[in-house]
């Protein structure tokens, strides 16, 4: 086998419906493709996550037949790597806090969500000063990437050529409790698994420019990117657990397996095939339904 894909789910609670779509598509792709297939496990977050929601997802996603390769990857177990990487980047410390960005965000010229460069330019002396200030509430600065471009062009196998904003994003968030930023964790790990597919809700495809730009930056492989439609609950916003039973243990009390695989497959396109190796067959990424699925109750 060459490459890998991999699935990369954050442990802050059961799987639902939409995560196992996403997950049977990510096996689907890297499967169909014969690539290997990873799980990593991304509890950076340590306040969002647990071992134990870490353990039930594995569980869920092994229930469903979904089969990986290699060793689990847990993130809280990366500071090594993502220290090193840092080490190669040109970063700055930012002294902002969230209600600073907002308000300089809403300056007219600001890109929308983008950081506006406040602490880019600080001198040495006012650096130390805002450092000082922080610290005196307890608080740490966090690091930005000094990005030398405001955006990069991705490839996605549904969208074809994307071209997202890049900004000096946070690799290293600060205030009381630091810790890694995802867009860095993301991307280290990727390369460290020899992930050349990334298949994912299209939720991230935003953050793929940065992401990529950053692999360049590291020297890393850009991975091939398929973003797909995220399961939407019956009020149109993303699919999630006051939507009612939509988790697979919630599932699997008045349904089983091959059920539930039954209704994921035909929201890919295949009614009647409920069972994995089956789906494998007959899967082909191309007739992937492009359209958001709507959750309709179980
Ligand atoms: N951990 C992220 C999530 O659960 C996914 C990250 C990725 O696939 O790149 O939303």
Not at 91 to 96: A, I, K, L, N, S
Not at 118 to 124: G, H, K, M, V
Not at 178 to 194: I, M, R, T
Not at 231 to 250: H, I, S, W, Y
Request: glycine content about 10%.
């Amino acid at each position: 086998m060459t490459g890998a894909g991999r699935y990369a789910p954050s442990p802050s609670g059961d799987l639902h419906f939409g995560n196992l779509r996403t997950a049977l598509i990510a096996w689907l792709f890297a499967r169909h493709s014969g690539r290997s297939f990873l799980l990593r496990v991304e509890d950076i977050d340590t306040g969002r996550s647990s071992l134990e929601s870490a353990h039930r997802q594995i569980e869920d996603l092994l229930t469903l037949g979904l089969t990986f390769d290699g060793d689990i990857l847990y993130q809280s177990s990366r500071s090594e790597a993502y220290a090193a990487a840092l080490e190669q980047l040109p970063v700055y410390e930012c002294y902002c806090s969230r209600k600073d960005i907002q308000e300089a965000s809403r300056a007219p010229h600001a890109i929308p969500g983008s950081y506006p460069g406040t602490c880019r330019l600080l001198s040495d002396a006012a650096r130390a000063q805002r450092r000082a200030d922080l610290a005196a509430q307890g608080r740490v600065p966090a690091l930005r990437l000094r990005a030398e471009t405001t955006s990069f062009t991705i490839h996605d196998f549904y969208r074809g050529a994307y071209t997202g904003d890049v900004d000096d994003f946070v690799l290293r968030r600060g205030g009381q409790e630091p810790g890694w930023a995802y867009n860095l964790a993301v991307v280290v790990d990727d390369g460290f698994q020899g992930v050349d597919q990334v298949v994912r809700g299209d939720d991230l495809l935003s953050s793929a420019p940065r992401q990529a730009y950053l692999a360049s930056l590291l020297g890393l492989p850009v991975p091939a990117y398929s973003h797909v439609p995220l399961v939407l609950g019956p009020t149109g916003k993303r699919l999630a657990k006051r939507d009612g039973a939509v988790t697979l243990r919630e599932m699997l009390v008045d349904h089983s397996v091959p059920d539930v695989v039954g209704r994921l497959a035909t929201t890919l396109g295949y009614p009647g095939v409920d069972e994995l190796s089956q789906l494998l067959e007959v899967f082909d990424p191309e007739e992937l339904p492009r359209d958001e699925i709507i959750w309709h109750g179980n």
